[in-house]
């Protein structure tokens, strides 16, 4: 018999619910996509990128519900919103919210959840510099995919997309990165004290 060289930790909510049933796994995706349509709203207009937390909302569901469930719930997320439903920044929603100069950033946030989650069932979020870099790499993946798609968007070179899409940025998403570090570790600490 092989033995498995990998082990995976169980996410936060899994220890606070049982999501054996695919109604409480849709249950848990739905809540996520909502939240995360939530975070957008709560936004500062500005262009081509707002100023939103989204972000920090991605990798506390990617955290959260680990590395499947966080990209699936990502996916709902994109879905609903291209439904018409306004989860997207600044209220927006519609198929053509998908078509804008910060779609990539909507696009990234699929595989950012995905690697925070992947972070969080290795056990990474409740070691503090662990989680600090896991959490850092999984928010610069979504930076990388919004100023790519911002240079073919906007027909720009990769510095001027970069001065757009990422420069403006880099001190708050720092800031966001570093809370949901914070915060995964402080619930991690509390839940092993309550045992």
């Avoid at 995976?8 to 796994?25: A, D, E, H, M």
């Avoid at 996509?33 to 500005?46: E, K, R």
């Avoid at 240079?151 to 757009?164: C, E, F, P, R, S």
């Amino acid at each position: 018999m092989k033995q498995q060289l990998t082990s995976y930790y169980p996410t936060f909510i899994t220890t606070l619910v049982n999501l054996s049933s695919w109604q409480r796994k849709l249950l848990a995706t739905t809540s996520a996509a909502l939240l995360l349509g939530l975070a957008a709203n709560i936004s500062i207009p500005t262009y081509p990128v707002p100023f939103t937390l989204q972000s920090l909302a991605v990798l506390l569901i990617g955290a959260f519900l680990g590395r499947k469930l966080g990209a699936l719930a990502i996916i709902q997320y994109l879905f609903l919103g291209a439904m018409g439903l306004p989860l997207f920044a600044n209220g927006s929603g519609g198929i053509m919210a998908l078509a804008s100069p910060s779609s990539g950033y909507l696009y990234g946030y699929v595989f950012s959840a995905y690697l925070a989650g992947f972070a969080a069932e290795k056990g990474y979020d409740r070691h503090f510099i662990l989680g600090l870099i896991a959490f850092a790499c999984a928010h610069q993946l979504l930076f990388i995919f919004g100023v790519v798609y911002l240079m073919g968007y906007l027909h720009i070179t990769l510095i001027d997309a970069l001065k757009v899409g990422y420069f403006p940025f880099v001190g708050i998403d720092a800031l966001k990165f570093i809370i949901a570090t914070c915060v995964m570790f402080s619930l991690w600490r509390y839940r092993a004290k309550n045992q």
